[in-house]
């Protein structure tokens, strides 16, 4: 059974930073692509940061040079990390996996079928 697991979330003050990880398991495909999502109560789930199995890499306007997302492969960990934070990027953030294609935006939220559990980022100003 696929299974993703987020950890790193937690309170942090603006300006300040963390990393977020998303541990899968159980995948059998050897190809898939990752992205992480986030959503605040009310809005709909948002894309953030997503990577294709070749190693291309979105980014929302947003957080375009202050967040950076990467793999590794030998953990089968996803990683985001998340600098410069602004009380705006306060939201519960999920990763996402699904298998490799590029005929769909990594931030096509339906073309995932695996989701984790989600952890909370906490933004103070």
């Known amino acids: 059974q696929v299974q993703l697991v987020e950890s790193g979330g937690g309170s942090v003050q603006a300006g300040g930073s963390l990393r977020l990880s998303c541990a899968a398991s159980?995948?059998?495909?050897?190809?898939?692509?990752m992205s992480w999502f986030r959503q605040v109560p009310g809005k709909e789930r948002e894309g953030v940061a997503g990577l294709y199995s070749y190693g291309g890499t979105i980014y929302a306007a947003s957080v375009k040079g202050r967040f950076t997302i990467s793999k590794d492969n030998s953990k089968n960990t996803l990683y985001l990390q998340m600098n410069s934070l602004k009380p705006e990027d306060t939201a519960m953030y999920y990763c996402a996996a699904r298998g490799s294609t590029l005929a769909r935006s990594l931030f096509v939220a339906g073309t995932f079928d695996t989701w984790g559990q989600g952890t909370q980022v906490t933004v103070s100003s």
């Open positions: 159980g995948y059998t495909q050897r190809q898939y692509d």
